[in-house]
């Protein structure tokens, strides 16, 4: 039998990643690949209780279908939630998706055509990379500074792309702790990200899953915030800051871009799980999602030390770093000669992992860049690892 | 600040179905308008002490993310389910999907077009044909015959896209107990609609929700075992048969054809809940699933009699329907004069609502028809509802 495929399945090649990251599993290796939560901090005890509540008080509500827009209750738990990390948002602004990553299909399906301009971070997150390729966007990358996207060349992306008769869809940000770079944009740079999209009426997409993962007691004020909620769409998650397995994220934004995802999901899965929602709405109503971020945050925050400590001990000169504040993720840049995929096995060899940076680029730079993930490994692995990777450097420059 | 949004979203319509669908909230109202399984057959204590199992004993696994194609347990419960339904699969031939919709959502992304022809029944499943209309494909409908799909049309639709140059990427059709028209293929016209498939080199997409609720002791064998397991992909989902409120589907297809979806599935949401999945792995493998249909079955066969008799007992001459010997829905023709849009609020006012047929034809046509759920209202509320719409027919008559 032939197939004809579409033009979208062509577009679509394996991951490079997924290819190399079969090596952390070989016995020994210590990785700093993956992006996983640690999974001591998960909180069985308490899913297990909620989920007999639930079953027993509305287990006809939880295993049947439900809203596309999501369940009452958790739309209300999101509000709820959203406002401890000083965001606000109506009921009509909210939408729960499955995971995230529906997220950005869904917002990908309401503005993507093949060729349509994105502007993005260099590096930025994958997942994004790959919905909007996808759909055969025409990405184009700005790099990132220590405080965030180089405005300067953003305003020189938008002037070219103005040249070419073209103007981009939306800006894709993740302003806090950035998957990879770990690295947050100023306060300074959010109010003049956003004066240049008013300006110029470019949509901004604030992609939002470590926003509550502060290691200080900061949290700077998000774009969605910043802009009287208008001209932002925030996607937020509770996978990096909870745990990933039940797929569960939501949209914020103005309530008529709210409605056009609505109806959007509507072909893509009808509805989100209602058993993992009201699970989750219980959870928050009872002030166990922001003790289960504190507690992750206690974890995170001296794995992210003894990371930095480590690098600082071992690393040669010519090997530089970012300095999360938040998050899950440090990003490291080797001189330029050197490309991290060419040196993986050497590392493997090393009895360590990370991955590499070229995918998180849309324009396929950042050859000498890599990322490591300091919440799944213990402290130990860190300060061992990290040995290992300097070594290997070591020996390959 | 403006937007300009993609080709894609300017394709989706508000569903005429859901702004109607309101008034059967209306009290005192029958409805027969849902897909609803009836919540009385949900597993909830074998679902609550199995979750307590799964979080006790593999915690870490079920909130963790997971493999974009699924969990081994999960593909492994799935073939044996599949199996006691006389489908064979092996685990390469399987992927779990977050919802069948998904299913629909995957086959778009994988062989559609803007333009791109596909062949589907008339009347058809309504998600399917907005998965489809989503990316601009090109529908032609084939009448239903009492023992499925008019084949002879069939032949003369292929015939006409010929002659326009054209070919269906795929023919999409519900063989079993289908939705809307709750009409079974018999076993004549699966093999003589996969000899057309084999000469014409079209693939075949088998949506296959309601497969397992037969009230006679026969369920016919599956295209996709007809076929040797070659050019049938298989939609499958525990929302019907069990319960919809964990959203878990699956895939049946040619190994490279699953590798394809899988790929396509990374953009759209990384992986299917593990949480989910573990759950609903062990209940199947607990042999409950099985029990649990066979319950369904119990509690569906009647209801579909009794609807069948009333409907014998109180509508006039004019009105026609099916006789479903399986599944959740029946099928319903008025004589052609009467839109059963317009008589819509007429049947509120007497006190019983249903789903109007024309938004389950991909032409546009069907006006005088419409669909009776009675999976989901009592015995009684069937036979005083019946008696209502029969009312409500007699009158506009």
Redesign the interface.
């Given at each position: 039998?032939?197939?004809?495929?579409?033009?979208?399945?062509n577009r679509?090649?394996?991951?490079e990643i997924r290819e190399i990251l079969k090596w952390t599993r070989k016995p020994g290796v210590i990785s700093f690949g993956?992006g996983?939560?640690d999974?001591d901090l998960?909180p069985?005890k308490d899913?297990?209780d909620i989920?007999?509540n639930v079953?027993?008080q509305k287990?006809?509500?939880?295993?049947?279908?439900?809203p596309t827009k999501g369940e009452d209750v958790m739309l209300e738990a999101l509000v709820k939630h959203m406002s401890e990390f000083g965001d606000e948002a109506a009921l009509e602004e909210v939408a729960v998706t499955?995971?995230s990553?529906?997220g950005?299909?869904l917002l990908s399906?309401?503005?993507?055509?093949e060729g349509?301009p994105v502007v993005m971070e260099l590096p930025s997150y994958l997942?994004a990379i790959?919905?909007f390729?996808?759909?055969g966007a025409d990405m184009r990358g700005v790099p990132l500074d220590e405080d965030g996207m180089d405005l300067e060349m953003l305003k020189k992306t938008l002037t070219e792309l103005k040249e070419e008769g073209k103007?981009p869809?939306f800006i894709y940000t993740i302003p806090d702790f950035q998957n990879p770079s770990g690295i947050t944009m100023s306060l300074e740079k959010r109010k003049e990200l956003l004066q240049i999209?008013?300006e110029e009426?470019?949509?901004i997409v604030e992609d939002s899953p470590y926003r509550e993962l502060s290691f200080t007691n900061e949290i700077l004020p998000s774009l969605w915030m910043l802009s009287g909620k208008?001209?932002v769409i925030m996607l937020k998650t509770f996978?990096k800051v909870l745990?990933?397995?039940?797929?569960m994220g939501w949209l914020v934004g103005e309530p008529d871009?709210i409605d056009?995802m609505v109806?959007?999901k509507?072909?893509?899965?009808?509805?989100?799980?209602?058993?993992?929602q009201l699970i989750l709405a219980e959870f928050i109503q009872m002030g166990k999602m922001k003790q289960t971020i504190d507690n992750a945050i206690r974890c995170y925050r001296p794995k992210s030390a003894a990371m930095l400590n480590a690098l600082e001990k071992y690393m040669p000169d010519q090997v530089s770093w970012s300095k999360p504040s938040g998050g899950m993720f440090l990003w490291v840049k080797l001189p330029e000669s050197i490309d991290t995929k060419e040196i993986f096995m050497t590392a493997i060899e090393h009895n360590v992992a990370y991955v590499i940076g070229r995918p998180f680029h849309c324009d396929s730079s950042g050859n000498h860049t890599l990322r490591l993930n300091y919440s799944f490994p213990s402290i130990e692995q860190i300060e061992t690892g990290i040995k290992q990777l300097a070594e290997t450097i070591k020996k390959v420059l």
């Open positions: 039998m032939s197939h004809i495929f579409s033009d979208v399945s679509i090649v394996r991951s993956g996983l939560p999974p998960f069985l899913i297990t989920t007999k079953l027993d287990g006809y509500l939880a295993l049947q279908y439900g499955s995971s990553q529906q950005l299909d399906l309401l503005y993507l055509d349509s997942g790959q919905a390729k996808r759909c103007k869809r999209c008013i009426d470019i949509p208008k001209g996978s745990f990933p397995g039940m797929r871009l056009k109806m959007l509507q072909s893509v899965d009808l509805c989100t799980p209602s058993f993992n």
